[in-house]
């Protein structure tokens, strides 16, 4: 999501430790109860494609105008017109969207869509203006993994010296427990680095990082 960069440091973290699939990082826009979708509802509505603005690149906008000009005037034919037509603008904002994250687009989902702890927790802190919640989920989980992967190498260790056999065991446990810190760190520090270096677009929306958008 693009709304904070907490969203998009937690789904990092998270997928650097190995407790998200990468495809899932951007999967709570593209929901039919997702914000873009509730910010396209809160245009239709008022009539008032500005809600919407903020939710797709600058050069986006006049495809999103035309669009919603498009909904506004098909709407008012029969209720099966306006179905299809907010229909054909929810995919299109959303679309626009993920373009401008770099990701395809690939259909909206349902309303009830599970959604990543990560981001359902992310999404509450913006409600509640508490970022504890996902401090500690990020924080638990990496501690987890770091400390299981920790024990297992010094198991490992103890034997090393028995066999080859055992020696690479111990070795292979330990490249496990120190690949997992260093992806962890340095995913760490290349958001905050980056987001300290990082132009503003004219819009006003942070570019993405070119990791973010290799995917």
Not at 40 to 62: C, F, G, H, M, N
Not at 77 to 103: C, K, M, N, W
Not at 133 to 156: C, N, P, W
């Amino acid at each position: 999501m693009k709304n904070t960069s907490l969203n998009k440091y937690t789904v990092t973290v998270l997928v650097a430790a190995g407790l998200l699939w990468p495809i899932w990082a951007h999967a709570h826009c593209d929901t039919m109860d997702g914000p873009v979708v509730a910010a396209t509802k809160a245009a239709i509505e008022q009539k008032d494609v500005t809600p919407i603005l903020k939710w797709v690149p600058k050069e986006s906008e006049a495809e999103v105008r035309r669009a919603f000009v498009k909904t506004q005037t098909v709407r008012t034919q029969s209720p099966e017109a306006r179905d299809l037509a907010d229909q054909y603008l929810f995919e299109t904002i959303v679309r626009l969207h993920r373009a401008g994250e770099g990701e395809p687009y690939i259909g909206l989902k349902p309303a009830g869509t599970e959604v990543e702890p990560a981001i359902a927790k992310a999404d509450e802190a913006l409600k509640t203006g508490s970022v504890d919640g996902i401090v500690k989920l990020v924080s638990d989980e990496t501690t987890t993994g770091i400390r299981q992967r920790f024990a297992r190498m010094r198991e490992k260790q103890k034997n090393a010296e028995e066999s080859v056999e055992a020696g690479r065991e111990y070795v292979a446990a330990y490249v496990d427990y120190i690949h997992y810190v260093e992806e962890l760190y340095q995913s760490a520090a290349l958001q905050t680095e980056d987001k300290a270096k990082m132009p503003e677009r004219e819009d006003n929306q942070p570019q993405p990082h070119p990791q973010e958008i290799k995917k």
